[in-house]
């Protein structure tokens, strides 16, 4: 006999329920705090703001216990929280020169001024399990200070610009401001800085693959680390009634400039070209794969051929967020019964002809 | 202090039809965002078929779970509106379960599952089988706008064709299916052409819906919340479904009436009854199905 699927409702909420259960865990064990989220689990909560697109640590820890450790979970939260939001302004552009540092390094020069800072970074450790952790009561030794006067520690690029290597990315005369994705829907072709704003919040697993893809031959550009810095930059607001920049707080910051080569065009002298990457918090390997994407979008400006996935910005933009891409792929988990049902009829239909 | 634990005892108790959440704007998207939404809906309304771009907000529910209808729900809906939501023609799916909770929770407003009583009916891959009237609205959910995404994926270039008119690779396409099977194989989703000028998605509404499109007097909406699209088939408008002279556009047909209400012309559901081949068939439309029912003989 047929019984309707009734009592969706019912069983709507007894799924949230279970799954608040499900979060808690053992309530023997003690229950972790927003606090110790933030603190702890702070790369995770990074991540969370960048796709997030909210730079709230907070906010992003509690996003975090929401959603029981599930990054895109989190990152969901956020941004539906995010979209409830008034714009109160667009903040000046960032002097990433005049950041406090707590890391830096270059792979292109053995030393610069500022020196290489290697600060807090999984880089050198030895991949071993640490057993001690498995014990609480961790009490780290105090770390050193940091011994380099971060005031005003001259980028790498900039140290190229000099010579005239590198490119100067100036913004050309009567550069309009850049555009708000957040508040515009993309169109194509995207100029560049709403595509670095795409990849700013864009999926770290996919722009890590695309990044990756064109170290393979999928559209190699040659990159070079120039540098990679992460510290804290102010920020500041020109609010309308002052009419002058206030600073307003500071952020965490990681950036990326990626060097590439460049062989010349008939109108262009060989030089170096960039690659940029830039987002919150301690993020260097969505920072390094950013720049490397970024790089490979530039080709057409750069008269380069555009053949591989990682050039093509249709491909690259409109895949990259992760939020859509969960979203889409999950919706197959919805009733599709009246299309299934509408194929299969035609399935039948032309199985009987070809049996007739 | 006493007032907000009362409130929310009795939403507690309440939870079958929770009261308006007081923490979100009417509707959870803020005004501005609204008018905005509401301004590309007046550009789709004049502009039949044409899909506008639009900054689709993120919703709390999940891109490709109804964000598009959601939004231009949202934006239009009012106070003394009467909403329905269904999901493959039923009322109590749980995709449209939720999608009227979230609206009974953010507006407050009166809910219904009969089509014939609702000002706004939300919908997921089906058109009710009930006629709408004029002065209702329709909204659907849509997942993929562009028709010719299959056949063309960039974007700049299915721009291009739509503006050009240029509709060719479609009917490639529908003479390939011919060639080769015989028939046109799309079941759902199936192409139309909109006041003689813009191709169209449907949305994936079965084949045997597409005739309701066409002149109908009630207003029908497309959000696409993913893909930051809508569009809009005015009232008394002309849609056709693609075909050629000697393979013309041909709709659904079962050779069984619905078991439950015996109706022979709506679009009709397979359930499996046994592990033993058993089939029965009832209509996807529940509230069609339930009048016909309740209706005295």
Redesign the interface.
């Known amino acids: 006999?047929?019984v309707?699927?009734?009592?969706?409702?019912r069983?709507?909420?007894n799924s949230y329920r279970l799954l608040a259960e499900a979060r808690r865990g053992d309530p023997a064990l003690a229950e972790l705090s927003v606090a110790q989220i933030r603190e702890q689990l702070r790369l995770a909560v990074d991540r969370v703001m960048n796709e997030g697109s909210v730079c709230d640590p907070d906010l992003a820890a509690l996003a975090l216990k929401q959603s029981r450790g599930d990054s895109l979970e989190a990152i969901?939260l956020l941004?539906?929280y995010?979209?409830?939001l008034?714009r109160l302004g667009y903040t000046e552009p960032l002097d990433t020169a005049a950041m406090t540092l707590w890391r830096r390094v270059s792979a292109t020069f053995k030393d610069l001024p500022g020196g290489q800072l290697l600060g807090p970074t999984f880089d050198y450790t030895q991949r071993l399990l640490d057993f001690s952790l498995e014990a609480a009561g961790e009490q780290p030794d105090a770390a050193p200070e940091a011994a380099v006067d971060s005031a005003a520690v001259a980028r790498v690029v900039d140290l190229l610009n000099e010579e005239g290597l590198i490119e100067a990315e100036r913004p050309r005369d009567g550069d309009p401001a850049p555009g708000d994705l957040?508040?515009?829907?993309?169109?194509?072709?995207a100029e560049r800085a709403l595509r670095l704003q795409n990849l700013a919040r864009g999926d770290e697993g996919f722009l890590l693959a695309m990044g990756y893809s064109t170290q393979r031959g999928y559209a190699h550009s040659h990159p070079f680390a120039g540098e990679i810095r992460y510290g804290i930059a102010p920020v500041e607001l020109v609010p309308e009634e002052l009419g002058f920049p206030v600073c307003i707080g500071e952020i965490e910051l990681t950036e990326c400039q990626m060097i590439n080569q460049f062989a010349g065009s008939k109108l262009e002298p060989p030089r170096f070209t960039r690659g940029y990457g830039l987002v919150f918090g301690h993020a260097e390997r969505k920072a390094m794969a950013m720049a490397l994407v970024d790089r490979a979008l530039r080709a057409e400006e750069l008269g380069e051929r555009v053949e591989s996935p990682a050039q093509m910005q249709?491909f690259v933009l409109?895949h990259s967020d992760a939020?859509?891409a969960?979203?889409?792929?999950?919706?197959l988990k919805?009733?599709?019964?009246?299309?299934f049902?509408?194929?299969?009829?035609?399935v039948r239909q032309?199985r009987a002809?070809k049996v007739a | 202090m006493s007032a907000l634990i009362a409130v929310a005892a009795e939403a507690r108790a309440a939870r079958i039809a929770p009261a308006r959440e007081s923490h979100y704007n009417f509707a959870y998207l803020d005004e501005r965002s609204k008018r905005m939404i509401r301004r590309a809906i007046l550009k789709a309304v004049a502009i039949p078929g044409y899909q506008v771009p639009f900054g689709s907000r993120e919703m709390p529910l999940p891109y490709g779970w109804g964000t598009g209808g959601i939004q231009v729900t949202a934006s239009i809906i009012g106070a003394r509106d009467v909403l329905k939501v269904i999901d493959q023609g039923a009322d109590d799916t749980v995709n449209a379960v939720n999608i009227r909770r979230f609206f009974q929770r953010t507006t407050g407003v009166a809910t219904t599952e009969r089509t014939a009583e609702a000002t706004l009916v939300q919908t997921r891959h089906r058109i009710p089988e009930t006629p709408l009237r004029a002065g209702q609205i329709i909204v659907y959910q849509v997942p993929v706008p562009e028709p010719l995404q299959r056949l063309e994926p960039r974007e700049a270039e299915t721009r291009r064709m739509h503006a050009l008119a240029e509709y060719g690779l479609m009917h490639v396409k529908l003479y390939e299916d011919i060639a080769r099977l015989g028939r046109i194989s799309s079941t759902y989703d199936y192409p139309v052409m909109v006041n003689g000028r813009y191709l169209m998605a449907p949305s994936p509404i079965p084949k045997f819906d597409n005739p309701k499109m066409h002149m109908n007097p009630a207003l029908q909406l497309f959000g696409a919340g993913r893909e930051k699209r809508i569009y809009a088939v005015p009232p008394h408008t002309r849609v056709e479904s693609l075909g050629f002279e000697d393979h013309p556009f041909e709709r659904q047909k079962w050779s069984s009436a619905c078991a439950l209400c015996g109706s022979g012309e709506s679009f009709l559901d397979e359930v499996v009854t046994d592990d033993r081949g058993g089939r029965m068939f009832v209509c996807s439309d529940t509230d069609y199905c339930t009048r016909r029912r309740e209706a005295p003989a």
């Open positions: 006999m047929y309707a699927v009734k009592g969706g409702e069983a709507i909420l969901f941004r539906a995010r979209a409830t008034p957040t508040c515009e829907p993309l169109s194509f072709p249709e409109s939020l859509e969960a979203g889409f792929v999950q919706h919805l009733p599709h019964y009246v299309d049902q509408a194929e299969l009829e035609l032309m002809e």
